[in-house]
């Protein structure tokens, strides 16, 4: 059993330019360490995303968050696609993250997913200051979590959030993940292939 006491997984993240050390060493574990993690150290990570830049500081980030052994952290779990279920055995705290999809006209209000993206951003480098890891999921039932959590009409579920410490024991993963979970290396496409000075490329 690979436990805390072994050195955790570490990454080769091969950045083109030199970047802070808390945005280079992120990476989305799938196993947590068993430490449990603190209200007040989550009520941190969302102070972090609280003060994330918003269209027209509109905030239209909302949290659901559940602690392993509740009974939210069952319902969110619940909620998970079959995929993500499979490997969230050790996490220690499930979110779903929402956004309000109208600003105050009622209008669609299209920048909000953007939004709670810079949230999550906020939320995952100060996670990372922490020594703590977020693993962010597609793979959630939004129709069945708006219905679950009473969301009023006009919000969109649209992703889950894995929480925990890094260090996690890899055997609790199905084994083609734990083969993913020690890859080394970490890759992103180059530059060139999505920043123009000029004129969009295919
Ligand atoms: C919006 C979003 C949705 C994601 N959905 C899933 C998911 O449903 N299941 C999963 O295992 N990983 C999911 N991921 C994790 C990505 O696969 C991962 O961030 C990506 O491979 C880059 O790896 P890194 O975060 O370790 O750098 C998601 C990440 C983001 C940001």
């Not at 079959?82 to 996490?91: A, C, L, P, R």
């Not at 997913?113 to 939004?142: C, P, R, T, Y």
């Not at 890094?166 to 920043?195: H, M, S």
Request: hydrophobic letters at 35%.
């Amino acid at each position: 059993m690979k436990t805390l006491e072994e050195p955790m997984i570490k990454k080769e993240t091969p950045t083109d330019y030199e970047i802070h050390p808390l945005i280079k060493q992120r990476w989305s574990p799938r196993a947590f360490s068993e430490n449990p993690i603190s209200e007040k150290e989550l009520k941190q990570l969302f102070e972090a995303g609280r003060w994330a830049a918003s269209s027209n500081n509109f905030q239209p980030w909302r949290i659901i968050y559940g602690i392993k052994g509740t009974d939210v952290y069952n319902r969110i779990f619940k909620c998970l696609d079959e995929f993500n279920q499979g490997w969230n055995k050790t996490t220690q705290v499930l979110l779903l993250g929402a956004f309000k999809k109208t600003n105050k006209k009622g209008k669609e209000n299209f920048h909000a997913l953007h939004d709670l993206g810079q949230f999550m951003a906020n939320l995952s480098i100060q996670a990372q200051s922490m020594g703590i890891a977020i693993h962010q999921m597609a793979g959630v039932d939004f129709k069945m979590a708006i219905k679950e959590f009473e969301f009023p009409e006009d919000y969109h579920v649209a992703t889950a959030v894995a929480i925990g410490y890094y260090g996690g024991d890899i055997e609790t993963l199905p084994e083609d993940l734990q083969e993913k979970e020690l890859q080394k290396e970490r890759k992103r496409k180059p530059q060139e292939e999505f920043i123009f000075n000029g004129n969009f490329k295919e």
